[in-house]
């Protein structure tokens, strides 16, 4: 009899009441609607509830600990280990609760590179998560269906709960994944990122250990001149809205890889979030939201199926899921040459960070290793004060391997190619308000078109980066944060209470950095 461990790596045979293979989104919205799912909204997008889980829930994320990982993955709070005879009981338990199940399964890959694709197949209990995995993974043509060989494969039950005592698990939701197996394993939550950065995480530990390529939580688009950008940026930082420039095409907006030849996405769409969107600010996502996108734990305005955008009744984390065509300056193959221009983006709450600012090569690393947003005072009960986050790569919750890897082969590619890096302050300055999307769009013009090559730079006084005094379309005042302030006296206070929260947060990786990226951090003082 064949059982599932006795499969070759990446195949699962799941025997369940009902089976439909690789639908097209027509037929999946019409399963979804039937089965109750959701609902279509006015502008003919699928509207889902992700239930209890709005998001990802990193601490019920883990790697199974084996020979292949022991000594590889950077164990600890992000990538917590799991016992492989637990999964293997887990995933028996999984294929037997499907049995009288109805389920959708489809081939994808990710990787548009043809010399780095992973294929995968998908296994759904729910059709909306498999129009989400037709929208965000790469889609194979037709005729490539047949002889499709998968070769990670993801099962994804949200109507599974696991028995934490019994199966290993801090909750009944979880999330695994198997580096041996080629399998991730999620139960108990319905949130489809989890699925999206699963991939993303899988991604993360084979291509820089097997392939010698660089994982990117960033965003990519490419200009006239054929220039290649990248965006790296937290949740909430602009990446998808920054890479969507109607100027330029959009590689991707959320996670590439860096190989010798150049750069490539690893999706075949795009996950953004919602909340106050809007056709003026950004009109090339508002225009995505369509038939065959899906949209995520958003509210209907009173008394019809128009979305209103600005519901966060739910959650502020409203995304819509749609392929990359959507977005009708999308560059398919998504892939693009060395990138001349890298820019950290941040949302700095403290209101100390300039707009755009120039970084050396070894304030590149330290930021890049420190990976700085930041919360607003009162988004939060008891959050009084901006509130600093740092997530290493500016992705830590994905990084299976330690940041420094992922940071010396950036560095080496930085160098390499004589690549610009820029940090830009999409967060606020002194006065409480919100930089303008406009001066941001107009900053990150300017240096993508040479306009800020010979423009004089003041070093930041903090920070000790390098702030243009001048810029295209761009008030002065704005260019230099502390003008925003009441005083000098207020914003130095505040520059330098950053500068400590750097310096603390910096302190975990301080013994892997050289001489260089340790000079890169504020200045001492």
């Known amino acids: 009899m064949t059982t599932p461990e006795s499969l070759p790596k990446a195949e699962m045979v799941v025997n369940a009441a009902e089976r439909f293979d690789n639908l097209s989104p027509a037929e999946l919205l019409e399963h979804a609607i039937r089965n109750g799912e959701g609902q279509l909204a006015d502008n003919g997008a699928l509207v889902c509830d992700t239930g209890e889980f709005t998001g990802r829930s990193p601490e019920d994320r883990y790697i199974v600990k084996d020979d292949t990982t022991a000594d590889t993955v950077w164990w600890g709070k992000i990538n917590s280990p799991f016992d492989p005879d637990k999964f293997d009981s887990l995933h028996r338990k999984m294929i037997a609760f499907l049995a009288d199940k109805r389920i959708y399964s489809r081939y994808a890959y990710a990787g548009a590179h043809p010399d780095y694709r992973l294929n995968l197949e998908v296994i759904n209990t729910l059709a909306w998560h498999n129009l989400f995995c037709h929208n965000l993974f790469l889609r ?182 749609y392929p990359i065509h959507f977005i009708d300056n999308a560059l398919e193959p998504s892939v693009g040459g060395i990138p001349e221009n890298i820019f950290f983006l941040t949302a700095d709450a403290f209101g100390v960070l300039p707009p755009i600012s120039k970084l050396t090569p070894g304030q590149a690393m330290y930021h890049f290793i420190s990976g700085y947003t930041a919360k607003v005072a009162g988004t939060e009960v008891g959050v009084t004060e901006p509130e600093a986050t740092f997530s290493a790569c500016f992705g830590a919750a994905f990084l299976p391997l330690h940041p420094t890897k992922y940071a010396e082969m950036l560095g080496e590619k930085m160098e390499k190619h004589q690549t610009n890096v820029w940090l830009i302050n999409t967060g606020w300055n002194g006065t409480g308000n919100r930089i303008d999307l406009r001066h941001t769009r107009a900053v990150i013009s300017a240096a993508l078109n040479g ?75």
């Open 140 to 321: 194979p043509k037709p005729e490539e269906l047949d002889g499709f060989k998968p070769e990670f494969t993801i099962l994804c039950v949200p109507e599974f709960k696991a028995n934490p005592e019994e199966d290993g698990t801090r909750n009944e939701n979880f999330a695994i994944l198997n580096l041996s197996r080629n399998m991730i394993l999620i139960g108990g939550t319905a949130y489809a990122g989890e699925m999206k950065k699963g991939i993303f995480s899988v991604l993360n530990f084979k291509l820089p250990t097997e392939r010698a390529t660089l994982s990117m939580h960033a965003s990519a688009n490419k200009g006239s001149r054929e220039d290649t950008a990248l965006f790296f940026g937290l949740s909430g930082t602009g990446k998808t809205t920054l890479s969507a420039d109607p100027q330029r095409q959009l590689i991707g907006d959320d996670e590439h890889g860096w190989a010798e030849e150049g750069i490539f996405n690893f999706e075949g769409g795009c996950y953004a979030k919602v909340i106050d969107l809007s056709a003026e600010k950004e009109p090339q996502i508002y225009g995505a939201v369509r038939f065959g996108a899906v949209l995520e734990n958003t509210k209907f305005q009173d008394g019809g199926r128009t979305i209103d955008y600005a519901d966060k009744s739910k959650t502020e984390n409203t995304r819509v899921a």
């Open 451 to 525: 306009d800020l090559e010979k423009v004089d730079y003041q070093s930041h006084p903090i920070f000790g980066v390098a702030v243009p005094q001048s810029c295209p379309d761009v008030p002065g005042e704005v260019l230099n944060p502390e003008k925003s302030w009441k005083s000098r006296e207020e914003y130095d206070k505040k520059a330098k209470r950053l500068a400590e929260l750097f310096r603390e947060n910096f302190s975990k990786y301080e013994e892997f950095a050289n001489d260089e990226i340790r000079a890169g951090g504020p200045v001492e003082g």
